[in-house]
């Protein structure tokens, strides 16, 4: 018992042995935990960024504000709203030559808020000196007939000069030029009027399914401003057929889509072959036939006029009537 109860000894703790088995860390991956460790965090470093850019950045958005009223007449909440768009400062630089330019062009009342409103990107996407060239283009370039031009300007000069940029950049992406787009435009105007979605739908057709390159839109202008589904397809699903079959003698160009009349690419691609009746339409065909059957079958008999027996009297006065007229 008194062994139990005596207290005991406190050994010192000796320090365990390193072990010399690891091998010593290495001095590049310290380096790399150190600047881990002793990085300032991406909220930190925004924190100490030079906060002298932040005034003239104000200023530079309510000038822009201030331009937007008096080039467009638009509250402060629409310029806002639009300027949400456009954060980078070069963007401000280039939007407010932009502004002052379109300020100083001879529009009628309400049309730049027009075109900003129906299509803001399109207006405000453009450089310095694009509003007075399309300007110019869309009023002066086009050769079209007066009612195609009527359409175009329809909504205003500006609209239709936001729409045109719109068909040159979609063809510029495409390949062609912008000068070269310009001339397709100049050349079929109608590709104004009908919706971006459809032009390029059509580019689309000619370059992955028909195989055809882009740049043949400059020669032939004329198939963006055609049917495709009425006037393009039919055609095309004509051709593959004799191609399969082995119908095509000589080679298909351009010109047998788009400047041939439907007449003409019925009598020389339709008509030798039965079969391609059903695939054009048999739109030709049936007015034909239409128009052989307008009356029915015997109906001439109707319009013959009466015949009437004459007498040896009536005879003798027709031969009297004559002579007195010698």
């Given at each position: 018992m008194a062994?139990?109860?005596?207290?005991?000894?406190?050994l010192p703790v000796r320090p365990a042995a390193l072990s010399t088995s690891n091998s010593p860390p290495d001095?590049?991956?310290?380096?790399?935990?150190?600047?881990?460790?002793?990085?300032?965090?991406?909220?930190?470093?925004?924190?100490?960024?030079?906060?002298?850019?932040q005034p003239a950045a104000a200023a530079a958005a309510a000038g822009l504000r201030h331009l937007f009223h008096s080039t467009a007449g638009l509250t402060d909440e629409e310029s806002t709203t639009l300027l949400r768009r456009l954060d980078s400062p070069s963007t401000h630089q280039r939007l407010g030559r932009l502004l002052q330019e379109l300020a100083g062009l001879p529009l009628r009342g309400g049309e730049i808020k027009a075109a900003l409103a129906s299509d803001p990107d399109g207006l405000l996407s453009m450089c310095p000196g694009e509003p007075s060239r399309f300007l110019e283009f869309v009023r002066d370039n086009l050769r079209c007939r007066k009612a195609v031009k009527e359409q175009i300007l329809a909504h205003g000069a500006l609209r239709a000069a936001v729409a045109a940029r719109r068909r040159v950049e979609l063809l510029h992406a495409r390949g062609l030029?912008?000068?070269?787009?310009?001339?397709?435009?100049?050349?079929?105007p109608r590709a104004v009027v009908y919706p971006v979605e459809d032009v390029e739908?059509?580019?689309?057709?000619?370059?992955?399914?028909?195989?055809?390159?882009?740049r043949w839109l400059v020669q032939y202008p004329e198939f963006l401003g055609v049917n495709l589904d009425k006037w393009i397809i039919p055609r095309y699903n004509?051709?593959?057929?004799?191609?399969?079959?082995?119908?095509?003698?000589?080679?298909?160009?351009?010109?047998?889509?788009?400047?041939f009349s439907r007449?003409?690419?019925?009598?020389?691609?339709?008509?030798?072959?039965p079969e391609c009746e059903r695939i054009?339409?048999?739109?030709?065909?049936?007015?034909?036939?239409?128009?052989?059957?307008?009356?029915?079958?015997?109906?001439?008999?109707?319009?013959?006029?009466?015949?009437?027996?004459?007498?040896?009297?009536?005879?003798a006065n027709m031969k009297l009537l004559v002579g007195s007229l010698r």
């Open positions: 062994f139990a109860l005596r207290p005991l000894r406190h001095p590049r991956e310290v380096l790399r935990i150190e600047r881990i460790l002793h990085a300032p965090s991406a909220a930190a470093a925004r924190t100490t960024q030079p906060q002298e850019h030029t912008r000068h070269d787009a310009l001339r397709v435009l100049a050349a079929e739908r059509k580019v689309e057709f000619l370059v992955s399914t028909m195989g055809f390159e882009v004509v051709v593959e057929h004799l191609r399969s079959v082995g119908g095509l003698g000589d080679s298909i160009e351009m010109k047998h889509y788009v400047r007449k003409r690419f019925y009598n020389m691609f339709v008509k030798p072959y054009f339409g048999g739109m030709v065909r049936e007015k034909e036939e239409m128009a052989r059957r307008r009356y029915p079958t015997g109906l001439w008999k109707l319009f013959t006029p009466a015949r009437y027996e004459q007498t040896q009297e009536e005879v």
